[in-house]
């Protein structure tokens, strides 16, 4: 069956700091990808996608990135992170279009 | 703009009652899915409604959609504490791979 794991759980960063968070899908091949940002009390605003490895389509430009080195790997990543960077981040797959997302668990970040 | 935008009112219902929520949408849509999330947690999907579907039934939810109208409805049914939770749907449109969600629903289930 197929799984997804998001790391770290939480975090705490200062302000200025680099980031990068990691999230890997076992048990399929060629997912599409995502990262969501949730702030509190708030709907999620999807941040990047990918349909394949070097595939990143950006939502939000800003002052993150994502990458894609492997086929099931997709990180997010900040050289600075600033205080409106702070939220609870969900990476999710699916199979394609059409099909419904798997979620992992969430980081929680705090940018102190 | 957002697709998916539920009507953001936060419900509070007694154990047994049913719980609606409704969903709209601004532009062509190939389906219409709904979401479920504990606080703190990741979303888990519940059910699917594809745009030449009308009705969906997945246990004790029932979900609606009006094309016309451009919105959709999750309906549950004798609901119980363990349903405590935020709702999302989300959509699929142009065939972008991007699924846009809404800002939730919160519903709670009194014991």
């Known amino acids: 069956s197929q799984t997804i794991h998001q790391w770290p759980a939480t975090l705490v960063q200062p302000v200025g700091s680099p980031l990068s968070l990691e999230c890997t899908v076992e048990?399929?091949?060629?997912?599409?990808l995502y990262w969501y940002r949730q702030a509190a009390g708030r709907g999620l605003q999807l941040l990047f996608y990918s349909v394949g490895i070097g595939q990143i389509s950006s939502e939000v430009p800003q002052n993150l990135s994502a990458s894609r080195p492997q086929d099931r790997q997709f990180i997010l990543s900040s050289k600075k992170l600033l205080l409106s960077d702070s939220g609870f981040y969900l990476c999710?797959?699916?199979?394609?279009?059409?099909?419904?997302?798997?979620f992992g668990n969430g980081t929680r970040l705090t940018v102190t | 703009s957002q697709q998916g935008e539920e009507d953001p009112q936060a419900l509070s219902i007694q154990e047994g009652e049913n719980a609606t929520m409704n969903c709209s949408y601004k532009?062509?849509?190939?389906?219409l899915q709904w979401y479920r999330q504990n606080s703190g947690r990741g979303l888990v999907h519940l059910i699917l409604?594809?745009?030449?579907?009308r009705e969906k039934h997945s246990g004790r939810l029932r979900v609606t959609l009006d094309t016309s109208k451009k919105s959709s409805s999750l309906l549950i049914t004798a609901s119980r504490a363990a349903d405590t939770a935020s709702y999302f749907c989300?959509?699929?449109?142009?065939?972008?791979?991007?699924?846009?969600f809404g800002k939730g629903n919160q519903v709670v289930v009194i014991p």
């Open positions: 048990g399929t091949s060629n997912p599409n």
């Open positions: 409604i594809r745009s030449n579907e």
């Open positions: 532009t062509s849509i190939n389906n």
């Open positions: 999710a797959w699916r199979t394609g279009f059409g099909s419904p997302l798997h």
């Open positions: 989300a959509t699929d449109a142009g065939g972008n791979n991007r699924l846009a």
